[in-house]
């Protein structure tokens, strides 16, 4: 499957990686998130935050997979 993801890039999906599901408080709710990780093989596009249609990511950047444990927050 080949998506356009919201940081700019294109891809197809590799395999799934798992669900993370969880709650947060807004200015006047609490609001229910569930986010689907996938790894994807980038085809093209360019990394960015602009596309953001929510305007919730706050930076996008290539990581080196040995790295993600270190980087990983939440």
Same mark, same amino acid.
């Given at each position: 499957?080949?998506?356009?993801?919201?940081?700019?890039?294109?891809?197809?999906?590799?395999?799934?990686?798992?669900? @993370?599901?969880?709650?947060?408080? !807004?200015?006047?709710?609490?609001?229910?998130? +569930?986010?689907?990780?996938? &790894?994807?093989?980038? #085809?093209?596009?360019?990394?960015? @935050?602009?596309?953001?249609?929510? !305007?919730?990511?706050?930076?996008?950047?290539? +990581?080196?997979?040995?790295? &993600?444990?270190?980087? #990983?927050?939440?």
């Amino acid at each position: 499957m080949v998506l356009a993801e919201e940081t700019g890039i294109r891809g197809e999906v590799v395999r799934r990686l798992g669900i @993370v599901d969880y709650w947060f408080t !807004g200015d006047d709710r609490r609001v229910h998130k +569930v986010v689907h990780h996938f &790894l994807l093989d980038a #085809l093209g596009g360019t990394l960015t @935050v602009e596309g953001d249609p929510d !305007g919730e990511a706050e930076i996008a950047e290539w +990581v080196a997979l040995t790295d &993600l444990p270190q980087r #990983l927050a939440y």
